[in-house]
């Protein structure tokens, strides 16, 4: 059974920085996307970086590009870490931030929620002004 583990969040300061993880485990087969979404409380779920097919396109949200950096790690029987560099934080940045794997091929550009059959259960993000 495929299980997303996020890992790394925490309270900063506005303009500091985070690095969050996310480890894929049970997973048979190679996963071409994989990417981060977040959440703010009352707003819709929205993509926040992804690598969304095989030759390693990336995605960048228009509000975290230049900030962010999205990363994979790929280890042996298609396991992978996915991180997600974030500098230059803003107050805007809090939310809590999932991971998200489509097990069966690439995602669409921009990637949608839909695009993804496995979530993680999230690691919050707090920025402070």
């Known amino acids: 059974q495929v299980q997303l583990a996020e890992s790394g969040g925490d309270s900063v300061q506005a303009g500091g920085s985070l690095r969050i993880s996310c480890a894929a485990s049970g997973t048979t087969s190679w996963s071409d996307c994989m990417g981060w979404f977040r959440q703010a409380p009352g707003q819709e779920r929205e993509a926040v970086a992804a690598?969304?097919?095989?030759?390693?396109?990336?995605?960048?949200?228009d509000s975290v590009a230049g900030r962010f950096t999205i990363s994979r790690d790929n280890a042996a029987n298609a396991k992978a870490t996915l991180y997600l560099q974030m500098n230059s934080l803003k107050s805007e940045d809090t939310a809590m931030y999932y991971c998200?794997?489509?097990?069966?091929?690439?995602?669409?550009?921009?990637?949608?929620?839909?695009?993804?059959?496995?979530w993680g259960q999230g690691t919050q993000v707090t920025v402070s002004s």
């Open positions: 690598v969304v097919n095989s030759r390693g396109t990336t995605y960048y949200a």
């Open positions: 998200a794997l489509n097990l069966y091929g690439s995602c669409g550009y921009p990637p949608r929620p839909t695009d993804f059959n496995y």
